[in-house]
């Protein structure tokens, strides 16, 4: 009929069921319901503690996930425990030793750091699980550890400079990268992060499968503005330094990219013939242990 018209419109968050829009909830309101502060809820979901999603509102955690935690044992102690980190001086007094021990063990990977930060003077300070630790000292096989004189194994070791403490953060925030890590190109990118442009270009000939790659690379943990010493130190902390942790960095980087070209090539222009695809990585990798397993494995056999 003339004079007729249509008005159509998006429904918008507000004008969606109120059961659709509290299905998931921002990170910040989840937080609140858990009573947890934002750090830990972070920390909370680097762990898997927390499951989330990520759409186009961002990083969400559903409602589900919420009332699964608030119904578990003993929440919300629990849930405060399991996400507990403390430095050296309260890490020390929980598992019963001087400061200095305590970092001895750290540095000889036997303690392995969750999370850092820089102190006023850009000092790296650790923080440790006080879960893990309690868990350290509870196994009598670390007694020795805990008391009496460092044997000169250990101490040997430990005149050559060794520090672990770095290597394994890094271990340990590939697991949450990786954890995070949506698809075949995240994952590859996850790897990605902690190796340096060079070492990136090497591991992935192709330059349009590395801009791609570039894209799911993580930056490290937030610490200054960018470029300042406290930013610089951050990057350098979160990237590899040994030589075989690059090797096994590049290895798991090779394959992952393989896979991730596979299902999803990398975008390129109109016209270009891709480089011929190299043969595929071993689909099997000798088993690698992290330098805490390898530590623990001497020392059990060294006595």
Known sequence: MSGQHTVTYEAT???????????????????????????????AVQLGRVRTMTGGEGRRVARAEIERLRAGPGFPESLHRSVRAVGTTEGAALIGVTKTRFTRLARLGLLVPVKYYLNRYRAVVWLYLAEELSLFTADGENATLLTGRTPESLRSRLDTGIDLRP???????????LRQADGPWERAGAVASLLDPQHVSEAVRDAYDRSHLNRFRRLPPAHGAPGSPAADLAEELMTAQEPDEIAWLQADLRRLTHEARTRRPAPRPAGHRPAPAHPAPPAVEPARETPRGLFARWWRTSR
Not at 14 to 27: E, I, K, L
Not at 167 to 177: A, D, H, I, V
């Open 167 to 177: 290597r394994n953060w890094r271990t340990r925030q590939l697991g949450f990268l």
């Open 13 to 43: 968050a507000a004008d969606r069921p109120a059961a659709v829009r509290d299905a998931w909830v921002g990170t910040g309101r989840a937080a609140r319901e858990l009573g947890l502060k934002p750090t830990e809820f972070d920390l």
